[in-house]
C-alpha cells in the first residue's frame, strides 16, 4: 500500500484524537453522530499495518502535515510521537516530502491499494471535500502511481525522516 499526503497524516497513521479533528472538520459531509463510528473505523483499519501477510505501508508525507495543527498543540504533539514510534519500529515507510522540494507533484491526498495475487488490478482512493471516491481505472491508476513516484523521489530518506518528525516535536514543544 502507498499514501501521499499533503494535508493531513494519512488515516491508517492517525492517532484517535487526530483522527476526530480530522472527521470532525468534514463537516459538509458528515453527520455529528457519525464521528465516532468513523474515528472507531479508522482505529480497526490501523490493525491491519501489524497483521501477517500485509504487504507494508509506504507513506510520503508533506513536511506541512507535520506543523498543521490539527486538533491544537496537544494533538500534533501526540500524532508527532506516533509517527516517530511508526517509524523507528518499521511498522511503516515513512517518507517526509520537505519544504525545499521542487513543486509538489499533487495536493490532497490518496492511497493506492496493492493486492497479493497479480490478477488483480490496483485500486486508488482518493479522499476529497464529498468523501472518497475509487479508481480502478487504468489511466487513473497510472496518473496517480506516477505523482507518488515524483512524491518518493523527491522525498527524504527514511532516517533523514525520522529527523525531520523530531524536529517538528521538538519545535512543537518549544
Known amino acids: 500500500m502507498r499514501t501521499y499526503d499533503s494535508t493531513f497524516v494519512q488515516g491508517l ?3 484517535p484524537d487526530y483522527a476526530r479533528a480530522v472527521v470532525e472538520a468534514a463537516r459538509a459531509w458528515v453527520r455529528p453522530t457519525a464521528v465516532d463510528d468513523l474515528v472507531e473505523l479508522r482505529m480497526r483499519r490501523q490493525q491491519r499495518l501489524t497483521e501477517e501477510g500485509f504487504g507494508g ?22 500524532q508527532l510521537d506516533k509517527l516517530c514510534e511508526v517509524a523507528e519500529d518499521d511498522t511503516a515507510a515513512l517518507h ?10 499533487g495536493f490532497g491526498g490518496f492511497v493506492i491499494y496493492g493486492f497479493p495475487d497479480d490478477e488483480d488490478a490496483e485500486v486508488v482512493q482518493i479522499d476529497g471535500d464529498l468523501g472518497a471516491a475509487i479508481y480502478e481505472d487504468k489511466e487513473s491508476i497510472k496518473s496517480v ?8 523521489a523527491q522525498a527524504l530518506a527514511g532516517r533523514e525522516s525520522l529527523d525531520r518528525l523530531h524536529a517538528a516535536k521538538k519545535k512543537l514543544d518549544e
Open 13 to 15: 497513521l492517525q492517532t
Open 57 to 78: 505501508l509506504v507513506a510520503v508525507l508533506a513536511e506541512a502535515t507535520l506543523y498543521h495543527q490539527v486538533g491544537g498543540p496537544a494533538v500534533l504533539g501526540a
Open 96 to 105: 517526509v516530502l520537505p519544504f525545499t522540494a521542487a513543486p509538489w507533484p
Open 145 to 152: 502511481t506516477y505523482t507518488f513516484n515524483a512524491a518518493l
